[in-house]
């Protein structure tokens, strides 16, 4: 019997993507970055919560920088879903960082 070849798996060159593309996928880093240093979701590769407001701070204020300079260029549909992120991010932020 032949052996099976194995597909390696193909990486994706970012410096190829569209400059909104890569403002799109720094805004869901972003989010997914904020939301563990809220303590609202586990650290990958760990069972560990790890909450450090400057840093979800930090990161919610370039989501909103982010978001400002890309709102011209996308449609409304994801305007405001982006929208909707900032917002949750940002009453979230708030709840933890007050119940500290």
Known sequence: MAEVEKE??????????DTYVLLG????????????????R???GTDKVEIDFE???????CIASLIEKLEPHI?????NELRNLLADLQINF???????
């Open 25 to 40: 996928l720094f805004i869901n880093i972003l989010s997914n970055q904020a939301w563990q240093h809220m303590g609202l």
């Open 94 to 100: 708030v709840r933890k960082y007050e119940g500290k």
């Open 8 to 17: 390696k798996p193909s990486t994706l060159d970012i410096t190829t993507l």
């Open 75 to 79: 449609p409304d549909a994801e305007k």
């Open 42 to 44: 586990v650290k990958p």
């Open 55 to 61: 840093r979800a701070r930090l990161a919610i204020d």
